[in-house]
């Protein structure tokens, strides 16, 4: 038998056995309450993206991760580059585009105040 280590996230459950893999999963790990990560922003949810692709014209994806403020699908390490980035209590699997529509909507009506 041998011995074995492993490095356990902060947040979460999750062991990997590389420190920088952990290193790197703390920093966007959606539990960790001063992370940056598209998958907690006010701006995001999952729903059916249209994607167009020359060898096989428009098709619909279901059930992906996207921005509305972009019209993108949720990529790492897009959040740290954001500048619209809003942290939420919930996670986009929880909400609606039309939800994430309007979150995007009120934050618009209130920069336009703040001016």
Request: aromatic residues 12%; glycine residues 2%.
């Amino acid at each position: 038998m041998k011995q074995v280590q492993r490095f356990k996230c902060d947040f979460c459950n999750k062991t990997t056995a590389r420190a920088d893999t952990m290193e790197r999963h703390e920093t966007e790990c959606v539990h960790n309450p001063n992370t940056v990560n598209c998958f907690m922003c006010e701006f995001s949810c999952v729903d059916d993206y249209e994607d167009y692709q020359p060898w096989c014209g428009n098709q619909t994806i279901k059930d992906v991760p996207q921005c509305v403020y972009t019209h993108d699908i949720l990529r790492r390490g897009d959040a740290l580059k954001c500048e619209k980035f809003r942290r939420s209590k919930e996670n986009n699997y929880s909400r609606s585009f039309s939800d994430a529509e309007k979150n995007y909507e009120r934050y618009e009506e209130g920069a336009a105040k703040d001016e």
